[in-house]
Structure formats: C-alpha cells, structure tokens
C-alpha cells in the first residue's frame, strides 16, 4: 500500500504548463526533500496536492484512496496537514487560540463545536507542543506581534496539533536566522523519529541534504530527478538546472 | 442541569448588557418620546448583533442587512393583519430570514470583498424592488397599516412601557445567544476566517459552512429586529428598509466597534441619540453627526469599543475583562 502518490499530476494556467506530468510517491515515515530553481512548480504542486489549487490531470493517492481536488479542509481531517511559503497565521488571535483553531475543526460535528467540549485536553497538547519548540512564554501573546522565527515556530506548532500523518512544509527555514533554522531542522527530525512523514520544499540545500533521505527535483514543471541526496548532488541535469549548461 | 461556568459568566455578561440598556429610560425619563427612542434603539441593536455576526466576526461583507429586516417586519405584518397570531408569524420571520440569510451566503465561497459587497447590496435592491411592486401583498408605497401588538397571557403590550421591556427581554435572549455562539468554536473559526481565510481552510475550516452560518445567523438576528420594528411602529412601508438604510447600519457597527460584542451596543446608541442631541443645531446637525462619525473612523478605527477598551487598560494597566472580541 502507497502512503502518498502523486500520478502524472498537470496544472496549467493557460498558456503557462506549471507542472507537466509529475510522479512520485512519498514513504511513510520518511523526509522527502521537494527542490528546484525557482518558478519550477514546487508551491504548485504543494497547492494542487493540497486542494488549493484544481489539477488539470493526474491523481493524487493518501493511503490508497485517491485524494485529487478534495477540498483542504478534507484533506485536513484524512491527516494530512501544510504550511505555507509566507508564514499563515491567525494575527489577531494570541499563540494559544492559533494552536485551539488548529485543532478544534478535527474534532466531533460542528454541531457540538458549538459546545466547547474537548478543550482541554487540546489546550494540554498545545502547551506540551509549544514547550517543544521553546515558545511556551509566548502563548498569550497576540500572533502579529511575534519575531518572524517565532511565527515560524508558531506555524510549525499549529500543523502538528491535529497529528497529521503526513505534514507538508513549504520553505519552513526561509528567513530564519542560523541557530533557529537549526533548531526547527532539529524538531523536524525528532518528530520524523517519532513516525511522522515530511514533504519538504526548502531552498536551503545543505540543510536539505542533510535532513532528508531522499530527494525529488522539478525543473519547469518537470521531475528531472530523484534518489538519495548524494547522488542528486552529482546529478548532471540538476546541476545543469541550478547553475545552468 | 448544572451550567459550566463558563455558560454562567455569558448570561451574567448578557444581564449586565441589557440592565445598562434598559436602565437608560430610568435616566432619562419614560416620557411617549423617549421610550419610543430608546425601544427603537434596542431594536436596531438586535439588528446591528447580527451584522456583527456576518461583518464583525466573520469577516463577510454585507450590504444587504436592511433587506432581513424588512423580510421580518412585512413577514409579521402581513401574516397578522390576515389573522395569525403574533407567535406563530413572529417564529416564522426568524425562519424565512435564517433561510434567505443562508441561501445570500452561499455565493460567499466564490466572492469575496467588494464582489460581496455588491451581490448583497443587489439583494437589498431586489428585497425593497418586491416590497414596493407587491402591492396586493405588501401594499406598495402605501404600506401596511394596523398591526397589534400582541398580549402575552393577560399583558397588554399596547402600552409603549410594556412593548419597551417586552423588546428588551428579546434583546437578553438574543444577547445570551450571541454571547455563547461567538465564544464557542464557531466563533473562533469566525474569526479565523476573517483573519486568514487560506490557513482558515487548511487547518480544517469548513468555509462554506461556516460562511453560510454567519449569514444564516446575521439575517436571523435582523429578521427578528423587523418582526419587532413593526409592532413598535404598528405601519410599515418599503421606505423603511431601502438600501441606504444597510448603509445606516454599517455605519452604526463601524462606529460602535466591529468585531467587538459591545460595538452593537453603542453604535445604535451613539448613531440614533446623537441626531436627537444635535437637533438643536438645526441645519448644521447632519453635518456635525458626519464630521463626529468621520472623525471616531479616522483617530479609532476600531470604532468605540475599541476606543473604550484602550481607555480601560491605560487606566487600570490591564485588559478589560469579559471581552468578547
């Protein structure tokens, strides 16, 4: 049984073929690394996968039930959970009802979210998790008002609360200082330790390298590579693609 | 049965909301005019509740609260003057808006912002279109005439002090409601729908159901406030509910503070008593009303609520307690 398959998947926005037939699959317990040059189709293929975008073709498999076109939301409650290039949070709300909302619509029906039941053991489980990535100080601070690295940390925080099975993060080192970058890439492999399946898309690519076990490379909508990390680096049509032939 | 306490500080909230409301004819006296003033503004604040709901809360633009207020007040009007009582008609306006709320919703998952904006306002426009064309049903222009008030057990309403604590008693109700709903999950994903409608949808919001909620419940809010509209003034015609009139309403929700539970409150308030301050002015008053109205906008944004709330923390270094916002 396939976790996660991607089959031949096309977007096209008019003219402009975004992702041309793409194919991969992602195994369980695993960290895929998602790279290429920029304006490849990397975010494209995370939105169409996602339910955020409509595919023009192809499928998309979650544990052998195909999953193309469902709606985020869906997707969601099946396990399957993102974040975003540009941090998304709720700005207004404090850290803490960022990591409750992250969580609430995974639960019951929405007719008994109408009663708050089941907030705090949600409520425990946001602590423990803020504790884990050091921004446990911070939870009754209004969202907006974070550093950009905690708000990176708060995004993190707010894809783990409903214990997706599979979670996709779109550039989480970007614009991050050093030593926090290496905090998340640490957390990243703890969580990966404790049976949780990455996507990851990152610029980064020493830390990509290093993080994942193996490597998928789009270039102009296309898969023009995949293996293990040090063979991709001596990969010719990758390094034809990155620095040009 | 036992109420979490949390339920408890909600209707000690919805009490201590409406006892300063009903307090103000105490204040400033229960003469014909005044109570008058004071029901209609209890009234408009049952209708600005529910567009806090939809525009305050949820983030869904609406230019076309008027109409459900309308749909309520001619909803009653016409069912009673051809022999309902007031209950059944009453229940069934709720209904009709709740229904006509929801179906105004559903184009909300597609537009957004302005888009919204003009859909609703189109919406408004077709409401007031069938009011005045109607006539068999609704009276055109003439409007409709004689409607009573009901009694409740042997209690006349027909005097203006009775209907007054009969609106207010609504008003508790639906606070109370308004208070639990907008701090049950359902608030929060409101809220983050209005924040962050792409996170709100990938950490599981269901937009088109809670989109169509808000409305549904806004418009229910407004549908009641005209059922009742149209027992305080026993007439009712389409110049009551034209497009302007959501214009008015969203101006009432701006100033009092959107987004803030006692912005309905003191929207209504502010927007209807400061015309009645200003009368004296005579001509000028209109213009003095649009300056106070631009010059609240511009310094407070966040209406005065929000203002009120700013007041609080500088003065007691604290957030203010039991907000719901």
Redesign the interface.
């Known amino acids: 049984m396939s976790f996660f398959r991607i089959n031949n998947l096309k977007k096209s926005f008019y003219d402009l073929q975004a992702l041309a037939g793409v194919s991969f699959e992602v195994k369980e317990g695993e960290i895929l690394g998602l790279i290429g040059p920029n304006g490849s189709g990397k975010t494209t293929l995370f939105n169409c996968v ?1 339910g ?1 975008l409509k595919v023009s073709g192809g499928e998309v498999f979650f544990r052998s039930r195909e999953v193309t076109n469902y ?3 869906s997707l ?2 099946l396990g399957v ?2 974040t ?1 290039q540009l941090v ?6 404090t850290v803490m ?1 960022n990591m ?7 639960q019951g029906s ?1 007719w008994t ?4 039941i089941g907030e705090e053991e949600n409520r425990r489980k946001a602590l423990e998790l803020l504790e884990f990535l050091d921004i446990l100080h911070l939870k009754d601070q209004i969202a907006e008002n974070l550093s950009y690295g905690q708000q990176k940390l708060l995004d993190l925080g ?1 894809v783990l609360m ?1 214990d997706p099975e599979l979670v996709l993060l779109d550039e989480p080192l970007a614009g991050v200082n050093p030593s926090l970058a290496n905090n998340i890439l640490k957390r990243i492999s703890e969580l990966n330790g404790r049976d949780k399946t990455f996507l990851i898309i990152e610029h980064n690519m020493e830390a990509v390298m290093d993080i994942a076990s193996r490597i998928v490379v789009l270039d102009h909508g296309e898969k023009i590579a995949q293996g293990r990390p040090e063979r991709i680096q001596e990969d010719e049509l990758v390094l034809e693609a990155y620095f040009g032939g | 049965m036992q109420l979490p306490a ?1 339920n408890k500080k909600y209707i000690l909230s919805a009490v201590l909301y409406v006892a300063a409301v009903i307090s103000v004819p105490f204040f400033v006296g229960f003469s014909p005019y005044y109570l008058y003033l004071s029901t209609l503004v209890v009234i408009y604040i049952i209708s600005v509740m529910g567009l806090n709901i939809t525009l305050g809360y949820a983030g869904q633009i609406t230019l076309g609260h008027a109409a459900f207020m309308g749909i309520g007040a001619y909803t009653v009007s016409i069912l009673t003057l051809r022999g309902w009582s007031f209950w059944p008609a009453f229940l069934l306006a709720g209904l009709i808006s709740l229904l006509l709320g929801a179906i105004i919703g559903l184009p909300a998952i597609r537009v957004k912002d302005h888009y919204l904006a003009f859909v609703t306002l189109g919406f408004g426009s077709i409401i007031f279109l069938f009011m005045t064309n109607e006539e068999e049903l609704t009276g055109g222009f003439r409007g409709l005439y004689g409607i009573e008030r009901p009694q409740i057990f042997s209690l006349s309403l027909s005097s203006d002090r009775a209907f007054y604590f009969f609106v207010a008693s609504f008003l508790l109700i639906l606070t109370a409601a308004g208070l639990w ?1 907008l ?4 608030g ?2 409101f ?2 729908i209005r ?2 409608e ?10 088109l ?1 809670y989109k169509v909620a808000a409305f549904a419940i806004g418009s229910l809010y407004a549908g009641l406030s005209g059922g009742l509209l149209a027992l305080l003034m026993r007439f009712i015609e389409p110049t009551s509910f034209p497009v302007t009139e959501s214009f008015w309403l969203l101006i009432m929700l701006v100033v009092g503070g959107r987004g803030r539970f006692e912005g309905a409150f003191i929207g209504p308030l502010v927007v209807m008593v400061l015309p009645e301050l200003l009368r004296g002015t005579e001509g000028l008053y209109f213009v003095l009303f649009s300056l106070i109205s631009l010059f609240i906008l511009i310094f407070w944004p966040s209406g005065l609520a929000g203002l009120l709330e700013t007041l609080f923390e500088k003065v007691f270094d604290r957030e203010m307690p039991g907000l719901t916002k």
Do not use: C, D
């Open positions: 996602t955020m709606k985020p939301h969601y409650k959970g993102r975003f998304q949070l709720f700005p207004e709300m009802e409750l909302m992250a969580i609430q619509e995974s929405i979210r109408l009663f708050s707010m409903s | 949390s709903l701090n049950s999950k359902w929060r994903a809220k983050a924040e962050n792409k996170r709100a949808e990938m950490v599981g919001v269901n937009l159901a």
